[in-house]
Nanobody, 121 residues
Framework: QVQLVESGGGLVQAGGSLRLSCAAS????????MGWYRQAPGKQRELVAE???????NFADSVKGRFTISRDDAKNTVDLQMNSLKPEDTAVYYC???????????????WGQGTQVTVAS
């Protein structure tokens, strides 16, 4: 089994910063894409940012220029640095990892449990 442990959520004032971190552990042979999604109350889950194994990144238009994503393949972690936060960034943020299993070399898609980010105006 593979576990994803997220950390770094919390309450911040508008204009502030937070850094989310997600660590994957367990039966992993290799990791492909890693990313962060978010879901606000009453809304669908949406992509925030993702990063491929080759380092290519993709961001939602609403966070471009404010958020950055990075990964450490030695530690199987993906971080989301969020700057200039706005009240509309308030949501539960989910880590997502697509990986190849070690025991069975097939592709898996795993989500974290979510971490709350609240931006006060």
């Amino acid at each position: 089994q593979v576990q994803l442990v997220e950390s770094g959520g919390g309450l911040v004032q508008a204009g502030g910063s937070l850094r989310l971190s997600c660590a994957a552990s367990g039966n992993i042979f290799s990791i492909n894409d890693m990313g962060w999604y978010r879901q606000a109350p009453g809304k669908q889950r949406e992509l925030v940012a993702e990063i491929t194994s080759g380092g290519r990144t993709n961001f939602a238009d609403s966070v471009k220029g404010r958020f950055t994503i990075s990964r450490d393949d030695a530690k199987n972690t993906v971080d989301l640095q969020m700057n200039s936060l706005k009240p509309e960034d308030t949501a539960v943020y989910y880590c997502r990892v697509k990986y190849i299993g070690y025991s069975k070399r097939i592709a898996y898609d795993r989500w974290g449990q979510g971490t709350q980010v609240t931006v006060a105006s």
